[in-house]
Each structure stands twice: as structure tokens, then as C-alpha cells.
């Protein structure tokens, strides 16, 4: 449109300044731009009409920003500044460029046209040039001398298109005249910066060739590690106790926990046993402000033990107070929660399920403060076990861990993994689902908030302070197995009970609501406890076969008397359900207690059914057991040899390692630890200590007195400890460098345990032993001795079929692999493969920082998408480090397609030597490759911030729906409860409910039938159910800033197939 001989450009109606330049431009001799900054954007959208022009002069302000600008107004700036701000912009331009091969082209063109002199740049420095002006020269005799492009639009592609703008075509001579004029004043007064710009590309840009392989593996392990190499390694305000030992690797590991305190809300402290996280712990809270709550067994709790946790925090001088987990659901009205900043939780693994009581007290108290889980296996084989101890510090629906606003969708999608592949007929595709979920458990949340490093780790990336501390770790040997030899008849006995145990019997006496004729008598709760009953009562005859005999005879004993006392009465009309104590009846369960379990049975008399209430298998089913029951209580009637108890005692008598070494040996059952103390006093001129759930505080003290290193006041009355499963967590007897596992540890986490007992820091013994019992046959061959055991144990497992499962505590183990994890030293130790560790890539950089600054310097100043090559024996492919905030991922690309990969993975594929040569870059299939692993990325951080605010599978719907039904009735509350409705709301979306307080909530709504209409009352019921504490925010959401990010390409290796010269 022309209006007084002007033309206006606006980027509007298909009318863009870019398409504008290349007709004018096509016919330009010498063009000349004057800019606030010259944009290489707009540069490579023109540079084919360009080719033609002989001479491109461009001048530039040397910034647009506030800060230039009052620099200049101070100053007149040096040429030297002016070209360190210049140099500035470009990188900036350039790390910020599209990533694309015209981008590359268009650059290095443009690098090229100003060695050739045929482009030349300077620098304006007098004043804060904002003008925008192009000078278009034509050649002699064209339709005249030139044109003026004046306006708004920079030389960048939002500029020449993108943007609305406001531009002016001038065609008069005159205009052309003075802008020219103008122009060649202004330029004699610039700085040349042609030479700077090309110094700048070439050392400071992603475009350099000359970043070698080895350059861009420390570039990787810098940008990975850069925040614990800002980690000062200086702990403040801290009292350490009197002989001391100042550890790095504990000070570490104190450092990272303070700094996820503070991002997430809580950290899981999980070295591995006997590395002293008590200690740790306590440092930690030294360097936290507020008041401390710990959370911890009783015998953790007890001052009489020199390790527990008050006598640590004595120790340190902190403000703290302790109480027993048993003790949770008393806490909130004994204490006021508002003096604590800090809750510390040991042996956290105990609270892998959220819907019981203790479960919910705890999320209350945690609610708002900062959260220390202490557990060496917080995370057995679910992913819920993990799941429900992050819940007590981050929401589970928009939590602030990067990448996974979504946590209950992230474990939820894990748990259907496993649970479509059938374990039976699949068992090792099912182990390698549980490896996957557990890796990317690491990588995608606890790699955030947890500490966690073995002893393999700390004696070798530790060295150096371990030996300065005079401090070494005891060699653990490798388990021995101990077989005791059935004979004949004892072997077809002992085979023929586990078959009996498994096949035979129904459990009918201890599921009885299972047979009733009305199935509405009975909720889908009671029937999934009844169900648990049978497989529970079953799997305790199971161990306690493998126990000992005296304990195995003794509990069907009872079992023979308590289906005799049933039967009875069933055979009058009556039949007597326990209901009432069914979760007390669970802790006797697991406590191995069968006799008070019995007892409480028999006890709760308050829920009666007729016999004709049941169907009629019920009796057959009843009278089928006790048959088979008599019949194992025959059998075992005849058997008067116990060859387990003799090759103990044996062992004890003639082993060089355990003949007059303090032992400790470990069994489930109380009556087997009492069997094995007269036998072994009988035999051998030894007292023997035992302990069990049941003993007393003097007997506990006894214990430390004679097999606690750390105690005062050291007694040598026992030589031989004999405990149950009690004893496997929170005291120390270290006096012993002996574990004997009496009975067959099905879980192998519980034989890590039982070994972190004695593998302590501070241990005076150099080597540490576990021995295991297995049943065997008679025989003269060690091979044959051992394929018998190994045959026993796959027995077991296998007749219990999806029962084994309750044996082995949800361990997912094949029935021939449980033999080999109980005979590996990993299996006591916890240690993964050191090799793996990604401390081995951290001492590395901390190394070149330390020894080679000149190196770390330069690695450090490498720029944003830095990339480099090397060579590779298969196929072409790229690997690629993204990052979007705290998100950091790392990806490979092959074959059209983009695979994550964790850190290890990147670091092996990265890792190079120092003289590694750089091969030529195949540009094209590099951005082809990098673009697939960008879309890659953002692809699965847009999933996730999608999928955020999605309901998960409890009963958050539900009860909205009620919030929903009240707010409809919105004039009949108050302002008060008006807020109490908005701030569920809000905790229901975030996922802040526990699942009991939900179901809580319903059975309340429940309760109210016909009057949950009425919008007072249901409000009232679901207030009643809710502590106002869980209404709080966790400690995270306080910090939690939900910015913007860009996606970030930190660096790229392509590998180029062929071979190192």
C-alpha cells in the first residue's frame, strides 16, 4: 500500500519484512544494516539472496538490556568491553538457536563471509543505539541507487516474520542520501568485531570441532555433579562428641540430606546396615533449626542402650525428644506438634502400608515439618512399599519431586506391570519387571531423596579418609551352610508333613466364614482376612517344621487340640467366630506366637452362628483336617532323634570358628530359642542368654551388658546368645563376629539384618561370619548333601505355590535361586556392584578439580550444547543429556527411535580416555538424531505435567462427590466451614489423604444413611474423620516455586561407526 511515496510492513496478510529483503536484496550490491543486534535467526533466512551481494557492513548496539545501558551512561566503554559484550550476545544467541542443519549452515556461512571480509561487524559503543535500519545499495543503473528500510523489526526471524511490526519502505533519493550519509559517520566511530565474532564461534559455541571425546565425558560429569561440588563440605554450629571420629563420607552424606531436606520435605537415609546412620542422623539435626521427634523401636528408645537414639542426641547436645512407634497413635495429644520442625523415623520400612491406624497418626504428625526416614531396606519388592513412606512428605498427585507431579500414577503404572505377568508360569519375566520398576524407582524419584551408599562404596571412593581415621571395615566371608541329615525314615517324614501341610488341609477351622450358605453375612474385608488366616496359619506349620522338631511337635499339638475343642462344639450347633481380634491375632501371627493365638481365639466368644448357617462341606472339611492333623501328630510321635540340634552342638563343640567365640544364634520361634538354650547347657559347659518378645528389661540390659561393644560396663556371664527376630534391628552385639541362622531366613532381607547386628562401623574383629541351616538326606557326598537341601527348599516353596509369597514376605525368589541367596556374601552385605556406583564418577570430577585446574577450568567454560564424537563398533547413534529445571534426563537414538537411559548407562557410554581422537561429524544425521531425542524428552515431561492432576484409584472421587452435594448447599454454612471444605478439596486433589482417613470418611457417610442428605450433618461426620492437621501443606509445598522452564540440551556424543587409530 503506498501512501506518500511510503510503504508500511507489518508482517500481517502475508506480507512479512523477510519476504520484503529478498526481493529488494536479489538486486543489492552493498547492503548495510544498522541494529540494536544483529540475530544469525535473521541472517540464515537470508543468506541465499545475500550470495549475489558484494558487500554486507553491519553496526550494532552492544545491547538493548537496563544493565548495558547504565554501564554506557557511566562509562565510555573500553574496546575490550565492548567486545566481551558482544561476545556475550553471540553465545547467547547461538545456545538459544533452533537446532537445525540450516541453522549450523547458515552460521558457519556467515563465519566464512567475514574471514572473506565480504561481511564486516562493529560495535557502536557512545551510546545506546536503538535504531533499526536497512540500506539496500543497487547496482549501477538499476531503478535507483538504493532503498531504506526503517522501523521496529530487529535482523531476527520473529522480526522479519513472526512478529507484528511496524516498518517503513523509503524510496527517495534524498532518504537514501542522508541514511547513508549517516551510516559511514557512524561506522568510522565503531570497533571492528568481525575477528571476535569469529573467535567467539569457534571457542566458545556448541559449534566448536575441537571438544575432544574425553573433554565431553568431564563436561557430562561436571553438569551432572555440579551441585555436590558446590557442597562445601563444612558442617556449621556442630558439637561432636568426645572421640569422635569426623567421617567424610558420613559429612557427605549430611550435606545432600540437608539440601533434599530442603527441597523436598524429606530425605531417606539408607546406607547400608552398620555405617552409622544413627550418627548421621543426629548431624543432620545438628544443622536443622527446631526441635526434634524421633520415632524408633523401644529398645532404640531405651538410654540403657548405648546406641539408641537418645543417648546419640545427648551426645551431640540437641534439642529432641523420643517415643516409641508403638506409642504413635498417643502422640498427637501428648505432645503439642507445633514445637517440632523435624520428625525422624527409623526402620521407616515399617510403614509400607498406609491404610493401617499408626499409618495415619504418622502422616499427621509428619504433616508440615521436615521428614528423615532411617531405613538400610526401605524398599523390599512392591513399589508401594516405597511409595507410602515418600507419601508422609509429598503430596502423591502434584508433588515437587521433577518430572513426576503424579507420583500415585507413576507407582500405580508400576504395580500393573507386575501384576499382569502371571509369577507361576513366568517367573523370570516377572524378576526382570521387579529389576525395572526398582531401577526406575532410582532413577526417576530416589535419586532425588535419598542417600543411600554401600561399604564397597565408602572403602573405595573413602580411601583416603578411612586410613587418615585409622578406620577398616571387617571382612565379610561367604555364608556357610550347615546340613543336618534326616535318615530314612526322618527324611519321609519330614517330606511327607510338607505335603500334608500343603495339600491335605483346608484351614477350615480358621476360615469359617468362608463356608457360610449366605455370602452378604460377610463383607469383602472379612473375606479377604479370613482367606489371609488360612495361608497365614499354614505358612506358620511350615516354619515351624523347618524350626525344629520340638517346635514343630508342640504347635500341632495345639493345632490337634484347638480343631478337637471346634469340632465339638460344631457338632452341638455352635460355631464362634473371632472378628474382634482378627488384627491382634495378625501381630501374634507374625510375631510367631501360635499359642496366643489359640488363646485369643478361643477367648472371643461374642459372635455366634449355628451350624446350620454353614454350608455343608464345611464339616466335611473340618473332620478332613483334623484326620490329617492326627495323622502328622503320629508321625512325628515316632521320631525321637533331632539331628539338627546335634550338628549344632557339634559345631559349637568342634568348629575352630565358633569354639569358644561369642555367638549369636537367630531362630523365629520362641520355643525353639528355649529348646536350643537346655540343649546346648546340657551338652556343653556354656550359659546360654536367650531373649523373645516376652523378655524383660533386666534380661534386655543383660544382653547389652555381655554383647555390646559400645557398653561401659562389659560382663562376660554368656558366651551364646539365642534370640528371636526382636533382637535383628536396633541393638548392637558387636562382641560377636557370629551369626548362626537356626531356621531357614525365607526373606534374605532378614539375614542382612540379623548380619547388621554385629557388622558395625566400629567393630574390633577383622572377619565376620553367618552360617545356615539347611534339612538334608544322609549322605557321604558334599555335592549330593547340598542338591538335596537345595531340592527340600524348592519343595517348599513349590507345594505353598502363591502361598510362598507369605513364606518368603513378598521376596520375589525362584525355588532355585533362595539356596544361592542365602550362601552369597552380597546378600549379608547389601552391596551392589561398586562399579556401578555413580560415586566412582563423582571422585572422578572432584579429582580434576582438585589435581588439575587448568582441566576442570576449561571443562567448566565448555558451552551449552557442546558435542563431540566418537567412535563405536556397531551403528551410528547419538546420546543426548536434556535438562528442564531440576528434570534431567538422558537419552540414546538409533534407528528412528529414542530410548531413555539412566545415569550408569550414559557414563559407560561416554566414558573415554584422554587421548581419544574426535572423527568428523555427520551434521545432517546428528540433528536428525538430537531433534528425536528432544521430542523424546518433551514427550514424556508433557505426559507427566498432563497427567498431574488426574484422581487416582482410592476413594478421593468419592468423597468429592459429598464435598461437591455440600458446596451445592453452600448458604447453609459458615465461613468456617466454607474453609474446611476448600482445604479438603484441595488436600483431595493433591493426593494428601491417607487411604484410611478415606475410607474412614465413607463408613462415617455410611453410618448416617438417610440423614447424609442433610449437608450439617454429612459435613459434620466427614469433619469428625479429618485431623485438621492433615489440611496442612507438607514442608515442600512452602518452597515450591512452579516456574516455567525451557528445555535445556546440556551436551551430545554421536558415535560413528568404525574404530579408534
Not at 39 to 54: A, N, Q
Not at 269 to 297: E, F, N, P
Request: glycine fraction near 4%.
Amino acid at each position: 500500500m503506498l501512501i506518500n511515496d511510503l510503504t508500511f510492513i507489518t508482517n500481517q496478510n502475508g506480507q512479512s519484512l523477510l519476504e520484503r529483503f529478498k526481493v529488494l536484496i536479489k538486486d543489492t550490491e552493498f547492503f548495510d544494516c544498522l541494529v540494536g543486534y544483529f540475530y544469525i535467526s535473521g541472517f540464515y533466512k537470508l543468506y541465499e539472496p545475500l550470495e549475489k551481494t558484494k558487500q554486507i557492513r553491519i553496526l550494532i548496539g552492544i545491547d538493548t538490556d537496563q544493565q548495558t545501558y547504565d554501564l554506557i551512561k557511566q562509562l565510555y566503554l573500553s574496546n575490550v568491553k565492548v567486545k566481551e559484550i558482544y561476545s556475550r550476545q553471540v553465545i547467547d544467541e547461538i545456545e538459544n538457536s533452533q537446532d537445525t542443519q540450516e541453522t549450523e549452515n547458515g552460521i558457519k556461512l556467515f563465519k566464512e563471509w567475514l574471514k572473506s571480509e565480504k561481511i564486516q561487524i562493529r560495535a557502536y559503543p557512545e551510546k545506546n543505539l536503538h535504531a533499526k535500519l536497512y540500506i539496500m545499495t543497487f547496482t549501477e543503473g538499476d531503478r535507483d541507487r538504493g532503498r531504506i528500510i526503517t522501523g521496529s523489526s530487529n535482523f531476527s526471524y520473529s522480526g522479519l516474520v513472526d512478529n507484528l511490526e511496524f516498518n517503513v519502505e523509503l524510496k527517495n533519493a534524498s532518504d537514501y542520501e542522508f541514511a547513508k550519509e549517516k551510516f559511514n559517520q557512524l561506522w568510522e566511530s565503531a570497533i571492528d568485531i568481525s575477528e571476535d565474532y569469529i573467535n567467539t564461534v569457534i571457542r566458545k559455541t556448541w559449534l566448536r570441532d575441537d571438544i575432544t571425546p574425553y573433554e565431553l565425558y568431564l563436561k557430562f560429569l561436571y553438569e551432572y555433579f555440579k551441585r555436590d561440588l558446590e557442597e562445601t563440605n563444612e558442617l556449621y554450629n556442630l558439637e561432636l562428641p568426645d572421640d569422635f571420629r569426623d567421617f567424610e563420607y558420613q559429612k557427605q552424606a549430611v550435606l545432600n540430606a540437608k539440601r533434599i531436606l530442603e527441597e523436598y520435605g524429606g530425605v531417606f537415609l539408607s546406607d547400608v546396615v552398620g555405617l552409622g546412620k544413627t550418627y548421621m542422623a543426629a548431624m543432620l539435626a545438628s544443622q536443622l533449626d527446631g526441635r526434634t521427634l524421633i520415632l524408633a523401636s523401644p529398645v532404640l528408645i531405651d538410654s540403657t542402650n548405648p546406641g539408641s537414639w537418645p543417648n546419640v542426641f545427648r551426645d551431640f547436645n540437641l534439642k529432641f525428644d523420643a517415643e516409641s512407634i508403638g506409642q504413635i497413635k498417643n502422640i498427637t495429644g501428648k505432645y503439642n506438634l507445633e514445637k517440632y520442625k523435624n520428625i525422624i523415623i527409623d526402620e521407616s520400612h515399617r510403614f509400607r502400608t498406609e491404610t493401617t491406624i499408626s499409618y495415619e497418626h504418622l502422616s499427621e504428625i509428619c504433616r508440615g515439618k521436615r521428614v528423615i526416614l532411617v531405613s538400610a531396606t526401605p524398599y523390599n519388592n512392591s513399589p508401594k512399599d516405597i511409595f507410602s513412606q515418600i507419601a508422609l512428605f509429598q503430596n502423591k498427585r502434584k508433588s515437587t519431586i521433577p518430572g513426576l507431579p503424579n507420583l500415585e500414577g507413576f507407582f500405580n503404572k508400576l504395580e500393573d506391570n507386575l501384576n499382569k505377568i502371571n509369577k507361576k508360569e513366568n517367573f523370570q519375566e516377572y524378576i526382570k519387571m521387579v529389576e525395572e520398576n526398582a531401577r526406575q524407582i532410582r532413577e526417576k524419584v530416589l535419586k532425588y531423596i535419598m542417600i543411600r551408599r554401600t561399604r564397597s562404596e565408602i572403602e573405595k571412593y573413602f580411601k583416603e579418609d578411612l586410613e587418615k581415621n585409622k578406620l577398616r571395615f571387617p571382612q565379610v566371608n561367604d555364608p556357610q551352610a550347615l546340613f543336618y541329615e534326616l535318615d530314612e525314615k526322618e527324611d519321609n517324614v519330614f517330606d511327607s508333613t510338607i505335603k500334608l501341610l500343603t495339600q491335605n488341609i483346608s484351614y477350615a477351622r480358621y476360615t469359617p466364614l468362608l463356608y457360610l450358605k449366605d455370602p452378604k453375612q460377610v463383607t469383602h474385608l472379612e473375606l479377604s482376612g479370613q482367606k489371609n488366616m488360612g495361608t497365614f496359619m499354614k505358612v506358620l506349620l511350615i516354619k515351624r517344621l523347618e524350626s525344629s522338631f520340638y517346635a514343630f511337635k508342640l504347635t500341632i499339638k495345639r493345632f490337634v487340640g484347638a480343631y478337637k475343642k471346634f469340632i465339638k462344639e460344631f457338632s452341638k450347633g455352635n460355631v464362634y467366630l473371632s472378628k474382634k481380634y482378627s488384627n491382634k491375632i495378625f501381630e501374634y501371627i507374625e510375631e510367631e506366637n501360635d499359642e496366643a493365638i489359640q488363646s485369643l481365639i478361643d477367648q472371643d466368644k461374642a459372635q455366634k452362628y449355628s451350624k446350620e448357617e454353614f454350608v455343608e462341606d464345611f464339616g466335611n472339611k473340618l473332620a478332613n483336617d483334623y484326620r490329617t492333623l492326627c495323622q502328622i501328630k503320629r508321625m512325628w510321635d515316632g521320631i525321637k532323634n533331632d539331628p539338627k540340634i546335634k550338628k549344632l552342638i557339634t559345631e559349637l563343640a568342634t568348629n575352630k570358628i565358633l569354639k569358644n567365640k561369642k555367638v549369636i544364634i537367630f531362630t523365629e520361634s520362641q520355643e525353639t530359642a528355649r529348646y536350643l538354650k537346655d540343649k546346648i547347657e546340657e551338652s556343653q559347659n556354656d550359659k546360654v542368654l536367650v531373649f523373645s518378645s516376652s523378655s524383660s528389661e533386666d534380661i534386655k540390659k543383660t544382653v547389652i551388658e555381655n554383647f555390646d561393644a559400645k557398653v561401659k560396663n562389659k560382663k562376660d556371664e554368656y558366651r551364646i546368645l539365642v534370640s528371636t527376630d526382636i533382637l535383628s534391628e536396633g541393638v548392637n552385639l558387636h562382641r560377636s563376629n557370629i551369626i548362626i541362622n537356626y531356621d531357614i531366613p525365607w526373606n534374605p532381607t532378614k539375614m542382612m539384618q540379623r548380619a547388621g547386628r554385629i557388622n558395625r562401623i566400629d567393630t574390633k574383629f577383622s572377619d565376620l561370619y553367618v552360617f545356615n541351616f539347611f534339612p538334608t538326606r544322609q549322605s557321604n557326598d558334599q555335592i549330593q548333601l547340598q542338591e538335596i537341601a537345595q531340592a527340600k527348599i524348592n519343595a517348599f516353596l513349590t507345594l505353598l505355590g502363591d502361598d510362598a509369597a507369605v513364606l518368603t514376605e513378598d521376596e520375589p525368589i525362584g525355588s532355585h535361586e533362595l539356596f544361592g541367596k542365602l550362601t552369597s556374601k552380597s546378600t549379608i552385605t547389601g552391596e551392589d556392584d561398586p562399579e556401578n556406583s555413580e560415586l566412582k564418577y563423582l571422585s572422578l570430577i572432584q579429582d580434576i578439580r582438585k589435581n588439575n585446574t587448568v582441566l576442570f577450568e576449561k571443562i567448566k567454560k565448555l558451552p551449552k550444547k557442546a558435542r563431540s564424537v566418537k567412535y563405536c563398533k556397531q551403528q551410528d547413534f547419538l546420546v543426548t543429556y536434556l535438562r528442564k529445571g531440576k528434570i534431567e534426563k538422558f537419552y540414546c537414538a538409533k534407528d528412528n527411535e529414542s530410548n531413555e537411559i539412566d545415569f550408569i548407562e550414559t557414563a559407560k557410554l561416554l566414558e573415554s580416555t584422554v587421548d581419544e581422537k574426535r572423527p568428523s561429524m555427520p551434521i545432517k544425521d546428528f540433528f536428525d538424531l538430537l531433534n528425536l531425542n528432544k521430542d523424546k524428552f518433551s514427550n514424556a515431561v508433557e505426559t507427566q505435567d498432563e497427567n498431574s492432576s488426574k484422581m487416582g484409584r482410592d476413594k478421593s472421587k468419592e468423597v468429592m462427590k459429598y464435598l461437591k452435594f455440600i458446596n451445592s448447599k453452600r448458604a447453609s454454612l459458615t465461613d468456617t466451614q466454607e474453609d474446611f471444605v476448600r482445604k479438603l478439596k484441595k488436600k483431595l486433589e493433591e493426593g494428601a489423604i491417607p487411604k484410611g482417613i478415606l475410607s474412614t470418611i465413607i463408613k462415617s457417610v455410611e453410618i448416617l444413611k438417610k440423614q447424609a442428605s442433610d449437608p450439617l450433618k454429612l459435613l459434620g461426620s466427614i469433619q469428625h474423620a479429618v485431623p485438621e492437621r492433615l489440611l496442612m501443606d507438607h514442608y515442600a509445598q512452602n518452597s515450591f516455586e512452579n516456574e516455567s522452564y525451557k528445555t535445556e540440551v546440556i551436551l551430545s556424543m554421536y558415535f560413528k561407526r568404525g574404530l579408534n587409530e
